[in-house]
């Protein structure tokens, strides 16, 4: 079992910028990849950005060059340094972790850009 708990959110005005950390505990060396996905308001969830155990990272394309994935091994903690928000950013944003053969959710952070 991996236990996830994120902070950070809040609310931002357009073009600002936010941190959300999340940190994993229990059965941490099992993990492959990390990441994060967002659900705004009527919509799906959907990925964001992730990052693996090499090193190398993902992100959709609605936030490249604004949003950067970093983890601290030693810490299990991954971030999501978000700038330039714009407020279609608005929505939950869920932790996940990639074990092998399972999948593992925060209970998600609010943030809201307003306009």
């Known amino acids: 079992q991996v236990q996830l708990v994120e902070s950070g959110g809040g609310v931002v005005q357009s073009e600002g910028s936010l941190r959300l950390s999340c940190v994993a505990s229990?059965?941490?060396?099992?993990?492959?990849?990390m990441g994060w996905y967002r659900q705004a308001p009527g919509k799906q969830r959907e990925s964001i950005a992730n990052?693996?155990?090499?090193?190398?990272?993902n992100y959709a394309d609605s936030v490249k060059g604004r949003f950067a994935i970093s983890r601290e091994s030693a810490e299990n903690v991954v971030y999501l340094q978000m700038n330039s928000l714009k407020p279609e950013d608005t929505g939950v944003y869920f932790c996940?972790?990639?074990?092998?053969?399972?999948?593992?959710w925060g209970q998600g952070t609010q943030v809201t850009v307003s306009s």
């Open positions: 990052i693996r155990i090499d090193g190398s990272t």
């Open positions: 229990g059965e941490v060396s099992r993990i492959n990849a």
């Open positions: 996940h972790v990639v074990t092998t053969g399972r999948l593992y």
